[in-house]
């Protein structure tokens, strides 16, 4: 997992949870703002665009974080999985 509020690159799946753990204290709220969805046969497809996350600090600050991402889904056993996800924030202009 490459975050998106973090610079540390997520490898096994108890750092990838532990990330998310600690995303979810932030009590995100997601808008997707753009997105395409390409579907690359029966069994996969990518989904990319831009997202903008409002976060709320432990103080009730809130902020707003606009990332682009992509998610890879492919089906296995009849099921939707998110076999691979890449979020970065947008560069400051």
């Known amino acids: 997992l490459l975050p998106t509020v973090s610079n540390e690159v997520r490898a096994s799946r108890e750092q990838i949870e532990k990330y998310f753990e600690m995303f979810l204290t932030k009590k995100p709220q ?29 103080a009730g600050k809130k902020s707003n974080v606009q990332a682009r991402y992509t998610f890879v889904y492919e089906k296995r056993d009849g099921k939707w999985l998110i076999i691979n996800h890449h979020s970065s924030a947008m560069p400051e202009v």
């Not at 703002?33 to 903008?52: C, E, K, Q």
């Open 30 to 58: 997601g808008v997707v703002n753009y997105r395409t969805v390409r579907v690359l046969d029966d069994d996969s497809a990518v989904d990319a665009g831009v997202y903008t996350f409002t976060l709320t600090d432990k």
